[in-house]
């Protein structure tokens, strides 16, 4: 049984003629001052887009810094306040357990524990019978 191979998608290589540009203009057929006014202004404009991504670059640093420091604050909290409230509610069902024990005494528990258990059986077995009800109805 012969394996298949998946199958490739041809690779495109584009060579851009550099006589011509877009526009059909020969920059060899160009007087020397257009050429210095073109270059002039692409110089120009690629001196301002280095200056914007600096100020972008710049802000980006001041957010990222932002963040940080807003994270730690956070972080912060919570190491602290979650260790805080468990402890606290770990103490209060502490101190619940120990008021409860010591108000109750066992044998008081154990008797409340077999009435209960005596009143749940007679309540499931007395007083409960089957009743169905057949209704016809007519729409």
């Given at each position: ?131 169905t009800v057949v ?5």
């Open positions: 049984m012969t394996k298949r191979l998946p199958v490739q998608t041809p690779r495109v290589i584009h060579y851009v003629d550099t006589a011509t540009r877009p526009g059909g203009a020969d920059l060899t057929n160009l007087p020397p001052a257009v050429l210095a006014l073109a270059l002039a202004d692409a110089m120009g404009r690629q001196h301002r887009q280095s200056i914007e991504r600096r100020d972008q670059y710049a802000a980006w640093l001041l957010r990222r810094e932002e963040i940080a420091r807003h994270d730690r604050k956070v972080r912060r909290l919570l190491l602290i306040s979650v260790p805080t409230a468990l402890g606290v509610l770990a103490a209060g069902g502490w101190a619940l357990a120990e008021m409860t024990v010591a108000a109750i005494s066992t044998t008081a528990v154990l008797g409340g524990v077999v009435v209960l258990a005596l009143a749940v059986a007679v309540a499931g077995t007395v007083g409960r019978r089957c009743i209704q016809h109805w007519h729409e």
